[in-house]
């Protein structure tokens, strides 16, 4: 939960920590502490050398008995319980042990977003656009899953949020994003214990909406991950003040620049899709976190998620080389300890009437579980339990072959196939969009959804330039992209006329019969320059990242694909000053061809 400071993923742990045993599991570590809970890493173990591990979440002893508090947490496991998805951090447990209420969830080894940017700021650097990109676009997949996420029964949950920010978006050491925290989750079957007039939630990444005490959608999720993708791309605190009541003025009136006049490296599509998530009215906004994802992917375009992920992946163990030997030091030592507390313990010696084939009289006596089982379960069981006697039937077993007797309904499964679309990227300026003379919009890059099957016109024109025509057809399924590079219209040269034939005076006229003069002579244009042939570029290190210069002029940060170059040879430089990598390659760009640099990193 937020009111405990700390999300599962790794941090700055606590010195001088000794394991200790805590109902099965065994703390190894104590990641952090806020005033209402403590985060550990814990361990359990099984049988063969077998163990697991976790973040356990457990509330602090004087809150315990606040009502309030418990039933927020309790909110929190009932919820995240429900979602099961690559990007979104799982509870698996919750109850209480002793007078402490607790929840289990994935450990996700590696920094949260927070932390990642403030390690870059120490080192007066920026997080790499890609790797931006990347982490919002994930992200949106899991809040995405969550915002549709139904009951069993097809009732939707109606989950929201409320509180995304950098510190819940979790990246792993090895490239995976994941969304944590849902401990002010709103959704349906949730009690709402907000007291009146109180907000909840991080107020410098609240929207308009939730500034104002408003009911809330997944709309209010897209414009918080608006802010965090604005501030990974600009360096700067969106609306952050040194007041609060100044910072709540400034989120409800969304004041605020777009990304690319704050950073002029910013691409104008991209700071296009930032601002259309940051619009005031949620009507203006993504409509749900679907549509973002698939504008950022349409931009990560031809990088790959998969290639940028193993980017990712040597970008963090790059950048906290230091943190990660130190805890994989402590976690190895930690482990150690608790494995031979777990062995030390005494076996259980069973009773008689617990072992297999025995069919002794009396039940067994069951010690007290010392984890509180959720109470909704048991009238369930209970229900279960009378069901089979009812239908006189002893064990699951006779109860599967009920079940089994009925006949399974028909089912009908219906193939849907994704419609076609059209992706245009035009440049150097922004295009109006026609698809067989008829208006489909404007903009540097636009996505034309449901195209018909068959041949299609696409004309682009801009004030300015010539215009563009290109026939095309799709298929079924297909996904066609387009590059529009538009050309300026070039003005035609001046003509030039000889002097005037002199006119004889009156008395001295040439009569009719004689010959004509000339007509005046007008000098052909010269033919337009020829464009000169351009190929393709893709720049990659191997085992880490670094930033790149074409004959000195910086182009951006790897993974680079796709990049434009005129037909001649070029000399790439690498560097990286955090790993020591300067390194100069010379390549030749070929017309229509894509060449490849590749550096490492070692």
């Known amino acids: 939960m937020s009111d405990a400071g700390a999300t599962p993923a790794a941090a700055n742990a606590m010195p001088g920590f000794s394991p200790e045993a805590y109902g099965k599991y065994y703390l190894i570590d104590k990641i952090a502490v806020g005033g209402m809970a403590e985060i550990f890493k814990a361990k359990t173990f099984g049988h063969g050398g077998f163990e697991n591990t976790f973040v356990v979440k457990r509330i602090l002893q004087h809150m315990s008995d606040n009502e309030q508090f418990v039933q927020m947490f309790l909110d929190e496991a009932k919820v995240t319980a429900q979602l099961q998805h690559a990007n979104v951090v799982r509870v698996w447990e919750y109850g209480k042990i002793g007078t402490n209420y607790f929840l289990s969830m994935d450990f996700v080894d590696g920094k949260d977003s927070k932390m990642i940017l403030r390690k870059l700021f120490e080192r007066r650097k920026m997080i790499p656009r890609e790797f931006a990109v990347y982490i919002a676009m994930e992200t949106a997949k899991g809040l995405d899953y969550a915002h549709k996420r139904t009951t069993n029964a097809g009732a939707p949950l109606d989950i929201v949020h409320r509180d995304v920010?950098?510190?819940?978006?979790?990246?792993?050491?090895?490239?995976?994003?994941?969304?944590?925290?849902?401990?002010?989750?709103?959704?349906?079957?949730?009690?709402?214990?907000?007291t009146k007039g109180t907000l909840k939630g991080k107020i410098e990444y609240m929207s308009p909406e939730q500034a104002l005490g408003e009911v809330l959608d997944r709309r209010s999720d897209v414009f918080a991950l608006g802010i965090v993708m604005w501030e990974m791309l600009t360096g700067r605190r969106a609306f952050k003040t040194d007041n609060e009541i100044k910072t709540l003025e400034r989120?409800?009136?969304?004041?605020?620049e777009p990304a690319c006049l704050v950073n002029n490296q910013v691409p104008t599509r991209l700071s296009e899709i930032v601002m259309r998530c940051l619009e005031k009215d949620p009507a203006d906004r993504y409509q749900d976190a679907r549509e973002l994802h698939a504008d950022l992917l349409n931009f990560l375009y031809p990088a790959t998620p998969d290639v940028v992920q193993q980017s990712l992946h040597h970008f963090m163990s790059e950048l906290f080389a230091d943190d990660i030997a130190t805890e994989r030091g402590r976690v190895e030592e930690s482990t150690r300890l608790a494995r031979a507390m777990h062995e030390a313990e005494p076996s259980v010696e069973l009773q008689e009437d617990w072992e297999e084939g025995q069919r002794g009289g009396s039940e067994p006596t069951v010690a007290?579980?010392?984890?509180?089982?959720?109470?909704?379960?048991?009238?369930?069981?209970?229900?279960?339990?009378?069901?089979?006697?009812?239908?006189?039937?002893?064990?699951?077993?006779?109860?599967?072959?009920?079940?089994?007797?009925?006949p399974?309904?028909?089912?009908?499964?219906?193939?849907?196939?994704?419609?076609?679309?059209?992706?245009?990227?035009?440049?150097?300026?922004?295009?109006?969009?026609?698809?067989d003379g008829k208006d489909a919009g404007k903009g540097t890059s636009l996505t034309l959804r449901d195209v018909p099957l068959g041949k299609h016109t696409v004309e682009v024109t801009a004030e300015g330039y010539?215009?563009?025509?290109?026939?095309?057809e799709v298929g079924e399924g297909e996904k066609l992209l387009l590059d529009v590079k538009l050309a300026a219209v070039r003005k035609p040269p001046e003509m030039r006329l000889e002097s005037p034939p002199k006119v004889a005076p009156a008395e001295a006229r040439i009569e009719p019969s004689a010959t004509p003069q000339p007509a005046a002579k007008v000098d052909p244009p010269p033919p337009p320059p020829a464009e000169k042939a351009k190929g393709k570029v893709n720049i990659n290190v191997s085992g880490g990242w670094a930033d790149i210069y074409v004959d000195g002029k910086k182009i951006g940060t790897t993974p680079i694909f796709g990049l434009q170059l005129?037909?001649?040879t070029?000399?790439?430089?690498?560097?990286?000053?955090?790993?020591?990598?300067?390194?100069?390659?010379?390549?030749?760009?070929?017309?229509?061809?894509?060449?490849?640099?590749?550096?490492?990193?070692?």
């Open 165 to 194: 920010s950098p510190s819940n978006i979790l990246v792993s050491y090895t490239g995976e994003v994941k969304v944590a925290d849902f401990g002010i989750v709103q959704a349906s079957g949730v009690l709402e214990t907000t």
């Open 466 to 472: 010539e215009p563009y025509s290109k026939e095309i």
């Open 408 to 435: 399974a309904p028909e089912v009908k499964t219906e193939i849907v196939q994704a419609s076609p679309s059209i992706v245009l990227r035009v440049a150097p300026v922004e295009g109006v969009v026609k698809l």
């Open 566 to 568: 005129p037909v001649g």
């Open 570 to 602: 070029y000399a790439v430089r690498a560097k990286n000053e955090q790993t020591g990598l300067d390194a100069t390659k010379q390549v030749t760009v070929k017309e229509g061809e894509a060449a490849s640099v590749a550096f490492s990193a070692q």
């Open 251 to 256: 989120v409800r009136n969304v004041e605020i």
């Open 368 to 406: 007290p579980v010392k984890t509180t089982p959720a109470p909704s379960r048991l009238p369930i069981l209970l229900g279960a339990a009378a069901l089979a006697v009812a239908l006189g039937v002893v064990g699951l077993g006779g109860l599967w072959m009920v079940n089994q007797s009925a």
